[in-house]
């Protein structure tokens, strides 16, 4: 018996291998969110099913292919793990369970900057959320950061730069950001737009339409686009004349939800036209880098997030509603369940509430829910 | 309610608390009461998916301090 690390699995996912995932967790935990690759079969049955030996499921684990036991948080795998390895059976577990899988990031580099630079996405495999590190001559700007600081410290460090801005496109309800934090050790500016920060408790440097930052001695123009509709301070940004970073306004294979600050009427119309008048104004030849991928499909061959918005305006359903009562019907009605603990973690965004890791980790359990298709 | 037993597994993380609860049970006649202590979060959804997977009744449940508490009727 082994350990399987959530950046192994991640790897799998990318490199479309095969596995088999006997999920030991509850049935409603397991509809849920469960780890999605494209070669990857299921198999749930609950581990408190198991405790009187794991004989009778034996005949349902293939031999010819790798098996991976995943529970909550490793326990219950382990000793599901340990149980087929008694009864002569070659499987791993997943270390940290699904508490490590939510967390994991993976770097991929998506393309270069024209004076040599290079623009990085985090991929946040188990959860679907994207981040992004702007890289050029020894400074580093970050966009959407997670609560896994440490990743972009290591990640600055070993790439030699220094993190000099940090952006959030806005007020996150389905993750708690790291950006504050990352500004507080760094000592870098947090930007915020100003619409979605009525309510912070901290200081912050207002982010706000036609803003434009550079990083490294040449010019990489970070320029701010006001795109509201997810939120009512959602902003876009251009970056290096070449990439938009989308926030969850726009989706690879869906839009932004207008409903989780509660006011899905309000913000209807902001959405459609951050849609489709100003991100219809931009060049075809963008390549729009969002906040969060919903399916395993919408991952490329490298295991990046990405397309040409000329392409999304062609094949993205939520851009290509003509009838505005229509769109309205979409984004207000049979909308997806709200992720989970979404409130509170807006208020920990905010600064209003301060729970310990152990409950952030809770407050983040099970995919992000931020796209409406 | 009468109470035959009481179980505690405060401190013990997944699957223990589960563990500890069917070997608790296996002790007590049909129709009698086990209670459950335990800080195991996950042991709230867990144990109410046993209970039905085994037959026993979970009478109630209760939050108390971080401390979870149940009540579990033998089948």
């Known amino acids: ?373 | 309610m009468i109470v035959a037993k009481v179980l505690d597994a405060k401190g013990l993380a997944c699957p223990m608390p589960i563990v500890k609860t069917k070997k608790a049970i296996t002790d007590l006649q049909s129709g009698e009461v086990l209670e459950i202590h335990t800080t195991d979060k996950g042991a709230v959804k867990d144990l109410a998916a046993w209970a039905q997977s085994t037959g026993n009744e979970l009478l109630k449940h209760e939050e108390e301090n971080g401390v979870f508490m149940f009540w579990m009727k033998k089948a």
């Not at chain 1, 580093?140 to 801005?165: C, N, P, S, W």
């Not at chain 1, 876009?236 to 070449?242: E, I, M, P, T």
């Open chain 1, 1 to 373: 018996m082994k350990a399987m690390t959530s950046k192994e699995v991640t790897k799998k996912i990318f490199n479309k291998e095969p596995l088999f995932i006997l999920d030991v967790r509850n049935d409603t935990d397991f509809q849920d969110w469960k780890i999605e690759g494209e070669n990857f079969e299921h198999l749930n049955i609950p581990y408190f099913d198991l405790l009187d030996g794991v004989e009778e499921i034996l005949d349902q684990l293939p031999t010819d292919k790798e098996v991976l036991v995943v529970c909550a948080k490793e326990g219950s795998s382990v000793m599901i793990a340990e149980m087929l390895d008694e009864a002569g059976r070659d499987v791993s577990y997943l270390e940290g369970g699904m508490k490590a899988w939510s967390e994991h990031l993976e770097p991929v580099k998506v393309g270069e900057l024209k004076d040599g630079g290079s623009l990085y996405q985090f991929v946040r495999i188990g959860k679907g959320c994207l981040s992004y590190a702007v890289v050029s001559n020894g400074e580093a700007a970050l966009i959407d950061a997670t609560r896994m600081t440490d990743v972009y410290l290591d990640f600055a460090k070993e790439q030699g730069v220094e993190i000099k801005h940090v952006f959030d496109t806005h007020l996150h309800a389905d993750h708690i950001s790291g950006g504050r934090k990352i500004a507080e050790a760094t000592g870098a500016t947090y930007w915020l737009p100003p619409k979605d920060a009525d309510e912070v408790s901290f200081q912050y440097q207002p982010l706000e339409d036609g803003n434009v930052v550079k990083i490294g001695k040449t010019s990489i123009d970070i320029n701010a686009l006001y795109t509201p509709g997810h939120t009512i301070g959602s902003t876009s940004f251009v970056v290096d004349g070449k990439y938009l970073l989308s926030g969850d306004i726009l989706f690879i294979d869906s839009i932004g939800r207008p409903d989780l600050a509660g006011k899905a009427e309000d913000w209807v119309a902001d959405l459609r036209d951050s849609l489709y008048n100003r991100y219809k104004q931009l060049s075809d030849d963008l390549l729009v880098l969002p906040a969060h991928f919903m399916i395993i499909d919408e991952l490329n061959e490298n295991g990046s997030v990405s397309e040409k918005l000329g392409t999304l305006f062609a094949k993205n359903h939520g851009l290509n509603i003509e009838d505005e009562a229509e769109f309205r019907r979409l984004v207000t009605e049979n909308l997806p369940p709200q992720p989970n603990a979404y409130q509170e973690i807006r208020e920990t965004n905010m600064g209003k509430i301060s729970p310990d890791i152990e409950n952030q980790r809770e407050m983040e359990i099970g995919p992000n829910r931020c796209a409406v298709r």
